[in-house]
């Protein structure tokens, strides 16, 4: 019987919020490996899709620049072997041009709907989402952006580590951000 306070009203026990953090790590199963692979490849396409459509125009331009490299290195070498720098000023502004785009549409789609939503669209499409391991709701967009560069960074090394992983079997990238991916 819990014990009456000063004015004869009952005080309830205080209950250790690790207890509750137990509670939801129960109830929320990690999701199966099978969904959450073909969940990114699902993912990958549209980012693909994005950095391919960057690249198009820049193709000709680039591609004339290092053949005038080349001709160039194979007029004045006389025998001779010559070093072509295949990265350099003019096509390093277009590599980042490609990458500038593929990280703002990344923000756009992978980001902001896991903070959001908890799912990209591969992920709805599958009926898995990421949850917060200390909240089981969403995580913030700080912890989704984190994630989402740490996969980039990290790429297939770092979301194998969920096939080891126990018991919610988290990639880096989870670990990363405080999340694990779920039902």
Same mark, same amino acid.
């Given at each position: 019987?819990?014990?009456?306070? @000063?004015?004869?009203?009952?005080?309830?026990?205080?209950?250790? !919020? #690790?207890? =509750?953090?137990?509670?939801?790590?129960?109830?929320? %199963? !990690?999701?199966?490996?099978?969904?959450? =692979?073909?969940? %990114?490849?699902?993912?990958?396409?549209?980012?693909?899709?994005?950095?391919?459509?960057?690249?198009?125009?820049?193709? !000709?331009?680039?591609?004339?620049?290092?053949?005038?490299?080349?001709? #160039?290195?194979?007029?004045?070498?006389?025998?001779?072997?010559?070093?072509? /720098?295949? *990265?350099?000023?003019?096509?390093?502004?277009?590599?980042? *041009?490609? =990458?500038?785009?593929?990280?703002?549409? @990344?923000?756009?789609?992978?980001?902001?709907?896991?903070? %959001? /939503?908890?799912?990209?669209? @591969?992920?709805?499409?599958?009926?898995?989402?990421?949850?917060?391991?200390?909240?089981?709701?969403?995580?913030? =967009?700080?912890?989704?952006?984190?994630? /989402? &560069?740490?996969?980039? &960074? *990290?790429?297939? $090394?770092?979301? &194998?580590?969920? &096939?080891?992983? %126990? $018991?919610?079997?988290?990639?880096?990238?989870?670990?990363? #951000? @405080?999340?694990?991916?779920?039902?």
């Amino acid at each position: 019987m819990p014990a009456a306070d @000063g004015d004869g009203s009952a005080v309830r026990p205080r209950t250790d !919020p #690790a207890v =509750f953090e137990r509670m939801a790590e129960r109830a929320a %199963r !990690p999701a199966a490996l099978g969904r959450r =692979f073909l969940a %990114r490849v699902l993912d990958c396409i549209p980012l693909a899709a994005a950095g391919a459509a960057a690249a198009w125009p820049s193709v !000709p331009a680039v591609t004339e620049h290092l053949q005038a490299k080349v001709d #160039a290195a194979a007029r004045g070498a006389g025998g001779d072997t010559v070093t072509v /720098w295949l *990265l350099d000023g003019t096509t390093a502004a277009h590599l980042a *041009l490609v =990458f500038a785009v593929v990280l703002v549409f @990344g923000v756009f789609y992978e980001a902001l709907p896991t903070a %959001r /939503w908890g799912r990209t669209p @591969g992920k709805k499409l599958l009926g898995i989402r990421v949850a917060s391991v200390s909240t089981g709701r969403p995580p913030g =967009f700080g912890a989704a952006l984190r994630r /989402w &560069l740490v996969y980039g &960074l *990290l790429g297939l $090394p770092g979301a &194998l580590w969920c &096939l080891v992983d %126990r $018991p919610r079997r988290q990639a880096w990238h989870d670990k990363a #951000a @405080g999340t694990f991916v779920t039902r």
